[in-house]
């Protein structure tokens, strides 16, 4: 049974970090791109960060430069670290594994940036 946990969300001040962690089970995690979606109240999903099997990374413009995204193997975890939060980043985060015809998601982790 697969299954990604998602934590790490919480309440935060604007200018304040935190770091969401995802950790996977029930795949060979080192195959799969890992993703990072958010999504805002009446908003469509979207996707924030992402991470290859190999390590390459990319971002969506609107957190370059605040966010990094970045994995590790050896535990089946993913990270998102998000510096200078904004609250325009309040949302609920989702964790997204992918490889070739698998996909799966978490149950997602609110993260709510206060002004």
């Known amino acids: 049974q697969v299954q990604l946990v998602e934590s790490g969300g919480g309440l935060v001040q604007a200018g304040g970090s935190l770091r969401l962690s995802c950790a996977a089970s029930?795949?060979?995690?080192?195959?799969?791109?890992m993703k990072w979606y958010r999504q805002a109240p009446g908003k469509q999903r979207e996707l924030v960060a992402l991470?290859?099997?190999?390590?390459?990374?990319d971002y969506t413009k609107s957190v370059e430069g605040r966010f990094t995204i970045s994995r590790d193997n050896a535990k089946n975890t993913v990270y998102l670290q998000m510096n200078s939060l904004i609250p325009e980043d309040t949302a609920v985060y989702y964790c997204?594994?992918?490889?070739?015809?698998?996909?799966?998601w978490g149950q997602g982790t609110q993260v709510t940036v206060s002004s």
């Open positions: 991470i290859t099997s190999d390590g390459s990374t």
């Open positions: 997204n594994a992918g490889y070739r015809n698998s996909d799966y």
């Open positions: 029930g795949i060979i995690f080192s195959v799969y791109r």
